[in-house]
């Protein structure tokens, strides 16, 4: 079955610490591997997306994501978290319909 | 804007009544996607459409549900007799598609239902 799996619900990270969002995934073919980000009142928007290459991925805003097939992850990192990265984040795999994960919050500490 | 718009933003309704939502799509995309997303998990999907065919349906789209796209442009989804399970987000997206598949979907910003 098609899946994915956001081990944390909920983050919590000083502003300016490293952070890493964790994603796991299950699906039958070559995935299309997608992080999305959703702030209160806002719509899902694109951070990255992997689909072939270069498994290390560069997103907006700084985030980054590496792609390991051997661990089924598609993990997000970035090196220094502001305080406007307190949103929800999603992981998702598909081509064409999206399966998403149940999304880690995140919060900013000052 | 050229984004994809959703019309209403929140609708209130009482069990058992009828709604309908509204999607708007980015101009050039042509499909089109609708997800339901309940607190605190992440949108499942519902139905996509590609021009004005529908091509897959989710189980969690039961025979109340109902989505159009007449004319490959902006799309309805009906829900009759609602219950308060049918209470969530509702979210539409678009995106390029068949050959594009790995294309960026588009989202809305929703539409809130709250069934009383």
């Known amino acids: 079955a098609q899946s994915v799996t956001q081990p944390d619900i909920h983050i919590t990270v000083s502003e300016g610490a490293s952070l890493e969002l964790r994603c796991n995934y299950s699906?039958?073919?070559?995935?299309?591997l997608f992080w999305y980000v959703q702030s209160p009142g806002q719509g899902l928007q694109l951070l990255l997306k992997?689909?072939?290459?270069?498994?290390l991925v560069q997103g907006i805003k700084g985030f980054e994501a590496e792609f390991k097939r051997s661990q089924s992850s598609f993990n997000l990192r970035k090196p220094s978290v502001h305080w406007s990265d307190a949103a929800e984040y999603f992981c998702?795999?598909?081509?064409?319909?999206?399966?998403f994960g149940q999304g880690t919050e995140l919060s900013v500490k000052p | 804007d050229t984004g994809v718009s959703q019309d209403p933003r929140h609708k209130i309704t009482k069990r058992g009544q009828n709604v309908t939502f509204r999607c708007d799509p980015i101009?050039?995309?042509?499909?089109l996607y609708w997800y339901r997303q309940t607190l605190g998990q992440g949108p499942e999907f519902l139905t996509y459409?590609?021009?004005?065919?529908?091509?897959?349906k989710s189980r969690l789209l039961s025979d109340r549900f109902s989505a159009e796209r007449p004319k490959g442009s902006f799309s309805t989804l009906e829900i009759q007799r609602t219950e308060q399970g049918d209470s969530a987000m509702y979210l539409c997206?678009?995106?390029?598609?068949?050959?594009?598949?790995?294309?960026?979907?588009?989202f809305g910003p929703g539409t809130r239902l709250t069934v009383l």
């Open positions: 997206a678009s995106s390029l598609g068949p050959e594009f598949s790995y294309n960026e979907q588009f």
């Open positions: 699906y039958g073919a070559t995935p299309y």
């Open positions: 992997y689909f072939s290459g270069d498994t």
């Open positions: 998702a795999v598909g081509g064409g319909k999206l399966i």
């Open positions: 101009s050039e995309h042509n499909r």
């Open positions: 459409f590609q021009n004005e065919a529908q091509l897959e």
